[in-house]
């Protein structure tokens, strides 16, 4: 086979381990921070002040305010606090909203980010940032916003609601499966996507029956990772798009959206981008990628109507002129009535077509 392609690692240290919530000290002297603001949202803000204190003088201050979607005025206020404090380092602890305000505070501040998620949402692999005004939600890359180091620990998942693990694994297995047909990833990037893909699907139905336990919670971690590793890597497709439109917009829940949209999406996608059908179909021990995340889904509880998120039948309009108002990669050329056909699915909740 004669390959051609273009490979970039991105920098950034991981330390993956149950328990390695107990190295943070450890790895925030690694890189010589004296003065941490810690972002997370208000429901972990317990939790925030718990790891945060073995590292003693060195938090400038505690800031427990990230909503979902980073809307712009939340993070002018987390700027403005980091500056206050005269931070030179940002702690974000949590899933994407939080590790999101991080982002927002590093690309306007310049301050390296170390990062503990508690979900499986990837954002802490990336250089990707997103803001959300006037009801869109915009995204850049810009190095600056990825962190510096990720400590993931698999037991500080146990608390994570079945529903939303589900909801959660099923957020970075899109990423895992768009990055298989990105345009511009690369041998390297397949296999890391495809192993994401199946231990996703393979550790969430345990951790669903099981919620504590860590093995499971490990698997499903490391399949998030590898999903975020290759989300920070390459370009994402029609899916995301999608996503980042309904959540801007009508302040959809994140993950469950992406619950909600992915089938639908590759129900349209794969049949133009053969590598990935192939390698999702390995992956996930099926011929029918598509239908068998659904049903996945569906049949761990989760609620695949996005009518039943709040997503208004006359909204399907805003989405497709959104979608349609500025080119971006993707295996098919993106129609109107394709949009229109995924969504009307989408919305009622109904098997992938």
Known sequence: MSHRFVHENRPGRVVFAAGARARLREEIDRLGLHRLIVVCTPGHAGLAAELAAPLGERIAGLHPHATMHVPAAVAAKAVARARETGADGCLAIGGGSAIGLAKAVAKDTGLPIAAVPTTYAGSEMTPIWGLTADGRKTTGRDPRVLPSVVVYDPELTTT???????????????????????????????????????????????????????????????????????????TMSLHHKLCHILGGTFDLPHAETHTAVLPHVLAFNLPAAPAARTALETALGTTEPASHLFHLAQGLGADMSLTALGMPEDGVETVVSQALAAPYANPRPITEAAIRHLLGRALSGAAPA
């Open 160 to 234: 994570l609601p079945p529903a939303l693990s589900v909801t959660s694994g099923m957020n970075a297995l899109a990423h895992a499966a768009e990055a298989l047909y990105a345009p511009d990833g690369s041998p390297i990037h397949t296999l890391v996507a495809a192993e994401s893909a199946r231990a996703l699907a393979d550790a969430l139905p345990r951790v669903a029956a099981d919620p504590h336990d860590t093995d499971a919670r490990s698997d499903a971690l490391y399949g998030a990772w590898l999903a975020g590793s290759v989300l920070g890597a390459t």
